[in-house]
Each structure stands twice: as C-alpha cells, then as structure tokens.
C-alpha cells in the first residue's frame, strides 16, 4: 500500500504565476488535510476535504488559495499570483473516517517563489 | 476551541538518558491525541496515539506516552535515548466538531553522544 504520494517535491514559481499542489492519499482514505510549513515553524492547518467536500477551510487566506478532492483523481491545492510570502513546505496528510485514526503524512511539496 | 502546547523549544539529552518531551492539552470532549517526529526535509511520521485505555500508550522505536487526564498532559518518553532520535516532534489532537488534526509549535529533540 503505496503512503501519501505529493507531487511536485519541488516548485519554483515567479511571483504572479499559479501553483498547483497535488497529493494522492493512501489508499482507502477518504480524508485529506493540508498543512502549511514556515522554515522554523510549526505546522499551520489549512483545510481539510472529504471526496467532494470542504470539511473546514478555517485555515485558508481568504484570496488567491483554494483546495479540492474530487471524486477520481488527486486532492489539489492551488494558489493564484503567488507572493514571496507564500515560499513555504506545503504537506498533505491522509486518514481514514473516524475520530480515533492517525493521518498518515506526505513527503510535502516545497514551494519557492521567486 | 482544542489546542496542544508544547512548551518547549528545544530539548537536550544525553545519549542513553531517559528522555520527556512534553505536551498538554485543552479539549472540549474526550481526547485524541497524537505524537509525531519529523526528520530534516521529510514529512511527519507517526509514533503513537491515545484513544481510550492505558493511561501508558507504547508506539514506534521504543518510544512511548503517559496519558495524565487531571493534568491534562501526554507527555512522549524514552527510557534510553539515540543520537537517531534527535528530530523535531510534534504533539497533536483532533479537533471534537470537525475531525481536523491540530499540531503544537513543535519541540526540537537534540541527543548529543
């Protein structure tokens, strides 16, 4: 059973342009997180999707960010007209339901703007 | 509103020291804690939870984690720590209404032989 898989390790983007962040959960999960990463820093929570269902986006800049998890295919975290700021390791975790399972973490996606 | 605080930064031990990262929490139902470790450049690794059950919780690479509910603590132990164990970890509990994982700011673990 392959772990989270996220895609790309490595980003580097101009400011202004888009990223797109992708993470494929473990295989049976349902439930997707994202987490934002400052070097030097603890682990900001963002949002967190069901299949087709923003959960709690509690976490998200209000501009420019957006997440999904579709019904097939990838959960993607997209972010428009990328700032300096936004340079960060961006990881994705996967769970099954219930309250009393553990998330099993990606390798994360480390974003630099340029 | 749950939340996890680890309130150290940094924790140094000794090689083959025992070894107490703490962490204490504030929930509004029952607890569900987590611990995690990160290595440099490598997303988090699971180590071990508390659900229900024995106060003492054993996880992975003979660590393990002491449920204290009157002071709401889940403090991570080691009985003999490796210099392979220095890393940056993470306590965490899920939130009661939504489901989502909420992280402490992390306490760096440094063995030095």
């Known amino acids: 059973n392959a772990g989270v898989m996220q895609n790309p390790r490595h980003l580097v983007r101009r400011r202004g342009q888009e990223a797109r962040l992708r993470c494929s959960p473990m295989k049976g999960h349902s439930h997707v997180y994202w987490y934002r990463q400052l070097p030097e820093e603890g682990l900001k929570f963002m949002v967190y999707l069901q299949k087709e269902n923003i959960i709690d986006e509690s976490g998200m800049p209000k501009e420019r960010f957006s997440a999904e998890f579709p019904k097939e295919g990838p959960s993607i975290l997209r972010i428009q007209q990328v700032v300096r700021g936004d340079s960060a390791a961006y990881f994705c975790?996967?769970?099954?339901?219930?309250?009393?399972?553990?998330?099993?973490f990606g390798q994360g996606t480390r974003l630099t703007v340029v | 509103a749950q939340s996890v605080a680890q309130p150290e930064d940094q924790v140094n031990v000794a090689e083959g020291n025992p070894l107490t990262v703490k962490c204490t929490y504030s929930?509004?139902?029952?607890?569900?804690l987590f611990w995690y470790v990160q290595y440099p450049n490598r997303g988090l690794q699971f180590l071990l939870k508390?659900?229900?059950?024995?106060?003492l919780v054993k996880g992975s690479y003979g660590f393990e984690a002491e449920f204290n509910k009157s002071q709401t603590s889940f403090h991570l132990k080691k009985p003999s720590a490796l210099v392979s164990d220095s890393a940056l970890y993470f306590c965490?509990?899920?939130?009661?209404?939504?489901?989502?994982?909420?992280f402490g700011q992390g306490t760096t673990l440094q063995v030095k032989p």
């Open positions: 929930v509004s139902g029952n607890p569900y």
């Open positions: 965490a509990v899920r939130d009661d209404n939504t489901g989502k994982l909420i």
């Open positions: 975790a996967s769970s099954p339901k219930g309250q009393n399972t553990e998330a099993f």
């Open positions: 508390y659900i229900t059950g024995d106060n």
